[in-house]
């Protein structure tokens, strides 16, 4: 009897048990010989579905996005064969944040891996909606520093720093030849080098066609680094960028606008007619960031070195330096270990070194740096794919990294940039405007750190 | 109520369908706007704050030259909305049926265009450059270029303009409609009388005219007060220092884009009373009971 209890097997365990089997072995791989002896202790990787979600994705486009992603996906799953990833996409814009944070922040579902900006990193990781990536203390420091700085909360890193997105300048090297300005030599000027260029690069020509020396895309606060101005203290928690530095840095802005050397419309000007007025070529420098290149190389008139360069930003008073954004390869917290772990093993892919050279080697080869990788051992590709490319590789090391600050967005679009276009039109000094935003700003940063 | 479901029975019934979508898709939506203007809400909730978020909203500077800027963009084309429809749909009226019809529809068909289209359009008329449309025209007037959507100052007047020189086809046909329902033997009577053209227009057709007037009107307030797309795609979504900046653009950037959607809701709240505020006035300044 006793025999009996300790092995007894009633008919719906040995069916459930024969099901189990059945299911493994349909699962399995096919019946092949196997060079490893069954039971050496060998695990067979467990098959394993995760979802990434990738703005601007748009299965069957050739959009950046797609492209790269879809190569890194093949990529991925030819040296992770038992990982298969769905991509889901979305426009860039209001609608898809939404979509983002009723996922992952009311529903707590949603993407297993996902790629963000900014703000997102620290609202997510406030929520505790962040898996926190397993990094050796040899892979932090293979990372950029101030990237890593943009995606840690409370001591922790949240995210994965993928790309640094340097801004700098794009000069029309026909126009310069025709004005007979010397470009800067290996892209370095000053600002008084940079506004004297701009002023002899706006004019108009004899068939009336009127030219502007400089343009930007309203898109950024570069000038106001120039001279050493910076938005918060190094610990983020005070609102700096009514400092003197900060205002200098304005008022040589400022002073572009009263030069007029920037089109009439510089206040609403789009990054997509910005681009369109400079290949077109009115615009002789134009403020951009890195991904512009690649629209300039799509124009087969339009050769690198020939009809245009690049060259950073003009040099203030303080060393040089550039604007910057970071994007991050983040990975939901869930309960599910599996899918948790494939989401790391595939975010490591997505900022390391090896899908560069992966995708690069395809058919047709895929650039998948669209900027320079976060992580030095990662950096070497981008340059690769073009000698502008090589140029803005080196532009790392001096970019300023906007801190992330949850209501940045805010303070950014509903204060900062109405004072500084008070400033820009002559209705206010750079000090009354930058003063006058000062509070609202601390305010919000001090809500951003609570 | 017994009483009201013997004698209208089943039809009851038949409304319901139409009643739940509308509790559905409108009046939980209303209520829930109500509900979020009294709380600190985010995406991941919020909590209880009372009348909070409409104090902010009274020391916010830039709701207040949201508020200024909306009640000055509407009271402006309201009115010369509803003086070009009423004048445009007067000029056709003599016209024949064909000659009516062909107007009606000639002013009708711009309204189905993308509204965002239009305002890409209006974008390009306005441009600050010499080759926007208006200052080719003021170029070849021998007037210098203006600033137009590129400065604080025009740029208000610049988004009006496009409105107030868009030609309002419902308007048009509705008050063309009425126009040809009005009684002959008023106008009879009136040139018997000795009354001219204009003063039968302005002492018979006006007056006569005001139920319609009323409706579009009120329609025209509310639309005006929604303002969105034109400022969004003309001037980037608030011009140069906020200068277009309107409530509901400030509604959606602080709930989509700052993520504050108790303070957005209480923005809405605001602009649904002044909505409601002004219909009332509306109403009760206008209301006729003139039959004809």
Redesign the interface.
Known sequence: MERDAGVRIDRRRFLQALAAVGVATACGPAAAPSATPSGSGTAVAKPVSIEWWRRNYTPGSQTAETVTSDGAVKGFRARNANYTITIQGGPFGPETDQKFDIAILQQKAGPDVFHTTGGDVLKYAAAGQLSEPPLSAAEKSDFNASALTATTYRGKVVAYPLWIVPWFEYINLDLFKERGVTPPKDGNWTYEEFLDAAKKLTFKRADGKQIYGFAHANDEFAFMLIDGGRLYDTAVKTWTFNSAEAVSGLERWVALAKEKVMPPDFLTLNPNDSQARFISGEIAILQRPSAMINVLNADAKWKYGTNWDIANFPKGKTAQTAWGGVGFIAVREQADADKKTAAHVFAKYLTGPDIGPDLKAMTPPIEYWLAPAARTSAAGIYGEYHPAKAKVAKMGSFTYVLPNVSTWSEIDQKYLRPARDAALEGKKTAKQALDEVAPTAQKLLDEANK | MRAALRRHGWSYLFVLPTFSLFVIFTLLPVVQAFVLSLQSAR??GGDWVGLANFVTLAEDP?FRQALGNTVLYSALVVAAQLTLALVVASLIQPLGRQGQTFYRALFYLPLVNSAILVAMVWRWIF????YGLANTVLGALGFD?L?W????DQALAAVILSAVLTIPGGGVVLYSAAMGSLPRELYEAAEVEGAGPLTKWWYITVPLLKPTTLYLLVIYTILAFQVFERVYVM??G?????ATITIVQLV??TA?????YGLASAMAVVLFLMAVGVAVVQFRSLRSDVEY
Do not use: A, D
């Open positions: 995406i991941t830039v441009n600050p450059n010499p270029p600033l959507i590129g400065s604080s001037t980037n608030g011009g140069p220092n906020n959606y950037s989509f884009q700052f993520g504050r």
